[in-house]
């Protein structure tokens, strides 16, 4: 990885994911109304399995799954299905061999 003016530039055969952050995920929209798309990616030569965590503001598990599979490609996008939940502000907690990574976001029903 070679780093020019604050952007990183993977040499050939790596993934463009530092291997001190282990993984990078995305996720849109955010409000989302139903539907919350969520891809991931890991740092060259590595794979593991990551769970997935979604609280709502109280602490509570709204939400888990298992991700299993994930390697050094970026994962197609996974529509995750959260019409049940209800209007408000949710963390997004992922967990992969001892790294976490939170990102909140808004549920919105019209």
Known sequence: MTNVGGVNFPAPGQSGVCLNDLFFYDFYPNPIR?????????????????????????????????????????TPPNSINLAGLESGVYVLLIQSRGVSKISKFIKHTP
Not at 35 to 57: D, E, G, K, R
């Open 34 to 74: 139903n539907i919350l798309n969520f891809n991931m990616q890991f740092a060259s030569l590595q794979t593991a399995p990551a769970n997935l965590q979604i609280y709502n503001v109280y602490g509570t598990i709204v939400y888990s799954q298992l991700l299993n599979n994930l390697t050094d490609f970026p």
